[in-house]
């Protein structure tokens, strides 16, 4: 392979807001990868797997600022002030976050925060979980005869609480739905959409640690999801999808083909059969 020519300077006294992807470090970008071995110190979320971090050189710092749903966090503005302390030291600071730094990452405060500190910073968009770990269950995000539309959402606020978004609205207006954090407030997220006019027979699907070797997935439906989860062993980080595209899945489900299993034959194969360009 070529050398990546292109690759831009990590120069010191500037931080990096990288995305790490969804765990599988094959999905990192090639800029993440450059950051990985030049950062002279990195502080990462939970969400960001081992494997990423073995491919930084031995002997680099690295910081946890463990931010993970249920369980005690770093205060962001402390996660804030270290990477502008770690900057301010004339260090190359490597900032990664699970997923993409900008989708429910709050990437955006502590890129705020190093701008009201005046660091230079560069933002690396990563691979999200809500399109990528779906992509690893075999489940796209739009196919053309499911659904035009899809919203993202988080399952939880800033609070904790469950998200005050219009429901119904999400559920009126967007045929799948994909939400993060979705795990502790599962009960009440279904009722909303139960409430909302979404069908108890709507296909559902949870992607638990979706990309990495221990990916589980539970395919289910709205009105049975509460009892499968009970009998299953889902649990957080999951990345739940609401709506059609889940039925999709029967026959898309590469990682199962390589793992052995039969793809089914009868999904519409669009373009290749209709010859529509
Ligand atoms: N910035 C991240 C999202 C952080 S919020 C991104 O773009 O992906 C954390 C939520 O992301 C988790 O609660 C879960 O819903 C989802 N998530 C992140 N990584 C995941 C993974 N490997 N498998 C399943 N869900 C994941």
């Avoid at 990096?16 to 450059?34: E, I, Q, Y």
């Avoid at 005050?164 to 997220?189: F, L, Q």
Wanted: include cysteine.
């Amino acid at each position: 392979m070529k050398n990546f020519a292109t690759k831009t300077e990590f120069k010191p006294g500037t931080v990096w807001l990288a995305g790490a992807g969804p765990g599988d470090p094959g999905l990192l970008t090639l800029h993440t990868l450059h950051a990985l071995d030049s950062a002279d110190v990195i502080v990462f979320d939970a969400l960001v797997s081992d494997p990423i971090l073995d491919l930084a050189p031995e002997h680099t710092p690295r910081e946890f600022a463990g931010k993970r749903g249920g369980k005690p966090s770093y205060k962001q503005v402390d996660i804030s002030l270290r990477i502008i302390q770690l900057a301010r030291q004339g260090k190359r600071v490597l900032r990664l976050k699970g997923g993409d730094p900008f989708v429910f990452g709050r990437g955006g405060e502590e890129a705020a925060a190093l701008v009201s500190a005046g660091i230079p910073f560069r933002i690396i968009p990563g691979i999200t979980a809500g399109i990528g770990g779906l992509a690893y269950a075999g489940i796209p995000l739009t196919h053309r005869d499911t659904n035009q539309a899809v919203t993202l959402v988080t399952g939880h606020d800033a609070t904790g609480k469950v998200s005050r978004i219009d429901w119904k609205a999400i559920s009126d207006g967007s045929p799948v739905i994909v939400i993060y954090m979705a795990m502790k407030h599962i009960e009440k997220i279904v009722q909303e959409l139960r409430r909302a006019g979404r069908q108890a027979n709507e296909p559902m699907a949870f992607v638990c640690n979706a990309s990495m070797p221990n990916q589980t997935v539970l395919e289910t439906t709205l009105g049975t999801c509460l009892a499968d989860i009970k009998t299953s062993n889902i649990k957080p980080p999951s990345i739940v999808v609401v709506g059609d595209v889940v039925n999709l899945r029967e026959g898309l489900d590469w990682l199962g083909a390589e793992e052995g299993r039969v793809l089914i034959n009868n999904i519409d194969t669009g373009t290749i059969d209709k010859k529509t360009g």
